[in-house]
Nanobody, 126 residues
Framework: QVQLVESGGGLVQPGGSLRLSCVAS????????VAWFRQAAGKGREIVGA????????YYPDSVKGRFTISRDNARNTVYLQMNSLKPEDTAVYYC???????????????????WGQGTHVTVSS
């Protein structure tokens, strides 16, 4: 029922920055928790950030803490992932996901999320 579209990926040099965007259909999205996941070639999917419905709480794993920031603009049905100080190991397909839970708190397990975008590619290389 909810459609998500990611954008903003591309090729960036180590130490550079990218901002990914996730735009959703429907006004109920502004009351849902959202997360960003990534999947590198040949590896499993891992969470890189999560945010509750209001944007007041967020989560990051140690691998990206201090470098990545998740935020949302509910007036525009959009969630962002700002990625700074990028490393080659950040190379992956990045996915936006949302859980259909009104006024929901953030969750970190991929099985908790109901809707997924198709992903945007991020390549960090010299």
């Amino acid at each position: 029922q909810v459609q998500l579209v990611e954008s903003g990926g591309g090729l960036v040099q180590p130490g550079g920055s990218l901002r990914l965007s996730c735009v959703a259909s429907g006004h109920t999205f502004i009351r849902y928790p959202v997360a960003w996941f990534r999947q590198a070639a040949g590896k499993g999917r891992e969470i890189v950030g999560a945010i509750n419905w209001s944007g007041g709480s967020s989560y990051y794993p140690d691998s990206v803490k201090g470098r990545f920031t998740i935020s949302r603009d509910n007036a525009r049905n959009t969630v962002y992932l700002q990625m700074n100080s990028l490393k080659p190991e950040d190379t992956a397909v990045y996915y936006c996901a949302t859980k259909a839970a009104l006024f929901g708190q953030l969750v970190t397990g991929q099985s908790e999320y109901d809707y997924w975008g198709q992903g945007t590619h991020v390549t960090v290389s010299s």
